[in-house]
């Protein structure tokens, strides 16, 4: 019993140490996310933190991985019993939009701050942060080839260029609300997806 508990509070630990990174990386960035800086913030010793995770590199990765799934766990799990498609797709729109706009982070999407900080360098981050990003992209355009196929899309629709279209959108929604302080973007992000997607809004 002692060691499952020991175990536990290990995982709890890392979590914690985890959840820390992430919220300073949405402030300032991956990059800012410092040994030093998290035992202060946690109130732990910096062998206490590095120990968990042996260098900054492997910190980095598992901030990203823990962002990914909260991101799948918000915005994919709960749509991904419905019909493949546009009713999917629609769906995923809506999960999409209030995920950016609220991801639990006060930096806002980390997920697009990665992304912009990273886009353009080589190494181990990168690699990961592409992966996750093309298995979602993936995912969206196999639903955009499923609505096709229904003939809920065109015959001639551009797959690419539609998951380009709403990724485009999702990823405005941080700097709109943050830097020019947007208070509507919910609202205009889901209307442009569904432009996109060809679909007029209920309300």
Request: with cysteine; aromatic share 6%; charged share 25%.
């Amino acid at each position: 019993m002692a060691g499952r508990a020991s175990a536990q509070a290990a995982l709890e630990t890392r979590r914690s140490v985890l959840e820390a990174a992430a919220e300073i990386a949405s402030r300032e960035g991956l990059d800012s996310v410092t040994i030093g800086r998290l035992a202060e913030v946690l109130g732990m010793s910096k062998a206490g933190v590095i120990g968990q995770f042996r260098s900054k590199e492997r910190l980095q990765l598992e901030t990203v991985d823990l962002v990914v799934e909260s991101f799948r766990v918000r915005v994919w799990r709960p749509v991904r019993h419905l019909d493949a498609g546009l009713p999917r797709l629609l769906a995923v729109c809506a999960a999409w939009v209030r995920y950016a706009v609220d991801p639990g982070y006060s930096g806002g999407c980390l997920l697009t701050q990665v992304t912009y900080d990273y886009d353009g360098r080589a190494g181990a981050v990168h690699d990961r942060i592409a992966e996750s990003r093309t298995r979602w992209r993936d995912a969206l355009g196999r639903d955009v080839d499923a609505a096709v196929a229904a003939g809920d899309l065109p015959s001639g629709t551009d797959t690419a260029q539609v998951v380009y279209g709403l990724e485009s959108l999702a990823g405005g929604v941080t700097p709109a609300r943050l830097l020019h302080g947007d208070s509507r973007t919910e609202e205009w992000a889901l209307r442009g997806m569904y432009a996109i997607l060809g679909v007029r809004p209920s309300n």
